[in-house]
């Protein structure tokens, strides 16, 4: 499956944002989605995944309470709501897929995405 991250931009600090990411090639249903981060110097994160139905999310809990993802398999996107932002927030979003097991101790797993998109920048402001 090929991904392509997009939503990008600069916002201020307690603004919002939303990014999308587009799937091709594959069902998208058929993969778990995942949205990464890496900001300078620091190791890459999964801040958020979610099932193949959306039935289970998971959250980092750098992100939890801010940040809502989703996904619409009949358009094969999903999506990063990012609410509250702040300036840690500042990096480049990678959206991934894997193909797992679509359970709660499996979307919180790190290891496993070999899809990715380009990435997105996400500067906020202070």
């Known amino acids: 499956v090929q991904l392509q991250a997009y939503g990008g931009g600069l916002v201020q600090a307690g603004g919002s944002l939303r990014l999308s990411c587009a799937a091709s090639g594959r069902t998208f249903s058929n993969y778990v989605g995942g949205w990464f981060r890496q900001a300078p110097g620091k190791e890459r994160e999964l801040i958020t995944a979610?099932?193949?139905?959306?039935?289970?999310?998971y959250y980092a809990d750098s992100v939890k309470g801010r940040f809502t993802i989703s996904r619409d398999n009949a358009k094969n996107m999903m999506y990063l709501q990012m609410n509250s932002l702040a300036p840690e927030d500042t990096t480049v979003y990678y959206c991934t897929a894997k193909q797992s097991v679509g359970s709660a101790f499996h979307v919180r797993m790190s290891s496993g995405y070999d899809y990715w998109g380009q990435g997105t920048l996400v500067t906020v402001s202070s």
């Open positions: 979610i099932t193949q139905s959306g039935s289970i999310t």
